[in-house]
């Protein structure tokens, strides 16, 4: 029996077996939840700003949010990956480990979107602001690929180590940097009103950034995991 | 079925396996002795083309690795002490998981007839995290044959189990290998392996230092085979 599933059934098949273990242990999404909720508690009354400057640093504090609360996903998705030997399981199969890559990709960006879907209302009406804006949600869903697609490639790495919760945002944090700093220079000018001119280059700098590390992870992903 | 020739492995300057040569035949249940260190785990890992080889020849089921892994793990199952088993999934979510990742034909079927073989079939929707560690190890052999896979790699698959656990996986490792399979073991535990294997192998700092078959063994004791061949 020498089979070989596709490339896009090996995706799917990681997807569905990450959001079924999910939706049975509820593990990631709590901690990744009551996290944000905290952050944004936290925020709300020690900056105690004025309804004016709200939407100004809106953008920074949801990033904040975002950026924190989807290292601790990352983490945990590769962990449950690790502590059982799955990881050499997912590796023994005869798929293109890509694949594997991208199959965490998208669980990890699902369960990113529906913290971020739960988060965005609260937010609203602790701050006051209408966050459900077209633009700031494409600048959302921009940013969220291109954190998670790095995260998800750092976390294979870091996972190795026995000191992967502390390696992940060392390593991470500098590398999203441009993600980052243009999706809250987007999500600012969504947020007041900028000229479209103002907001296209960091809008543009997501893309690229997207397309770049999505191919340098497809490309390395296999010596990554790899002793 | 399975051939390595001046096969070295080094962890930055440490060299782990040292020029080891090995060759098992079809159907042949070789079990790899050797103390704590000696390099069984990274040479098994090597076969299961989880690492990279620094130098030598390995060919597994008649492919090169590390160029045809994707080929060679077609054609492998591989069990540890770790059962690489999803704890909140279903015994038949995590066949059903690796069934799709090995493209089985007709998975159903085949997961029925595995559960049945390692003796699971009334505990298949249970969540594996309420399994005990040795139903953990029988799904693990499982999974490992669902794909009906010529060469087996078992690392040290009996640590951690108990008496009745082990005798159980006794009868599952030889139900295994009287398929025709072939089987490399690395164990600690000298009266399972000799009970089990066909061929008995001694793995020590980096190299087979000795090798003898159950016939040229004859009512030799394995242990005092052991002890000598580490003591040369």
Same mark, same amino acid.
């Given at each position: 029996?020498?089979?070989?599933? +596709? ?12 959001? +079924? ?97 739960? #988060? ?35 976390? +294979? ?21 441009? #993600?980052?700093? +243009? ?45 | ?16 396996? &040292? ?13 790899? =002795? ?9 040479? =098994?890992?090597?076969?299961?083309? =989880? ?21 060679? &793990? ?49 505990? *298949? *929707?249970?969540?594996? *995290? ?12 499982? &999974? ?8 087996? =790699? ?26 025709? *399979? ?9 009266? &399972? ?40």
């Amino acid at each position: 029996m020498q089979l070989r599933p +596709s490339f896009l059934k090996a995706t799917l098949a990681v997807v569905r077996k990450d959001l +079924s273990a999910e939706f049975r242990s509820r593990e990631l999404l709590s901690a990744m939840l009551v996290f944000s909720m905290l952050v944004i508690l936290i925020f709300n009354f020690a900056l105690e700003l004025e309804p004016a400057t709200r939407k100004e640093v809106s953008a920074g504090v949801l990033w904040t949010t975002f950026a924190f609360a989807g290292t601790l996903g990352l983490n945990r998705s590769m962990a449950v990956e690790k502590d059982r030997g799955c990881l050499d399981g997912l590796l023994l199969a005869p798929v293109d480990r890509s694949a594997i890559y991208f199959g965490k990709v998208i669980s990890n960006l699902a369960f990113m979107f529906i913290v971020e879907i739960i #988060v965005l209302p609260i937010y609203s009406m602790l701050y006051g602001i209408n966050l459900f804006n077209p633009g700031l949600l494409l600048v959302i869903l921009l940013g969220s690929i291109g954190y998670i697609g790095v995260g998800t490639l750092l976390a +294979s790495m870091a996972v190795q180590a026995r000191t992967r919760e502390v390696l992940l945002p060392i390593l991470l944090f500098p590398i999203v940097i441009p #993600v980052l700093l +243009s999706a809250v220079k987007a999500s600012s000018g969504f947020l007041t009103g900028a000229p479209m001119t103002e907001i296209m280059p960091p809008l543009n700098l997501l893309i690229v950034y997207n397309l770049i590390f999505l191919a340098i992870a497809f490309m390395t992903f296999d010596q990554v995991v790899e002793e | 079925m399975i051939e390595v020739k001046k096969l070295v492995k080094r962890f930055g300057m440490k060299a782990v396996l &040292r020029g080891l040569d090995f060759n098992v035949q079809p159907g042949e249940f070789v079990a790899l =002795l050797g103390p704590n260190g000696a390099g069984k785990t990274t040479f =098994l890992r090597i076969l299961a083309s =989880l690492s990279r080889p620094s130098l030598g020849d390995v060919n597994v089921a008649g492919y090169r690795l590390p160029n045809q892994a994707a080929q060679v &793990r077609a054609r492998l199952g591989v069990v540890s002490h770790l059962p690489l088993l999803y704890a909140d999934l279903t015994a038949e979510e995590n066949l059903d998981f690796y069934a799709r990742m090995y493209g089985i034909p007709d998975a159903p079927s085949r997961m029925t007839e595995v559960l049945q073989m390692v003796g699971l079939e009334a505990r *298949r *929707r249970d969540l594996v *995290r309420t399994f005990s560690r040795g139903m953990q190890q029988r799904l693990a052999i499982g &999974r490992a044959v669902l794909h009906d896979p010529e060469v087996m =790699l078992f690392d040290e698959p009996y640590t951690g189990l108990d008496q009745d656990a082990s005798s159980m996986l006794d009868e599952v490792l030889k139900s295994v290998a009287a398929q025709g *399979r072939t089987v490399v073991m690395t164990s600690h535990d000298l009266a &399972r392996s000799e009970d089990l294997a066909t061929r008995f192998d001694v793995l020590s700092r980096g190299v087979i230092v000795a090798s003898a078959s159950r016939e040229s063994l004859g009512n030799a004791n394995l242990l005092t085979f052991y002890k000598q061949a580490l003591a040369a």
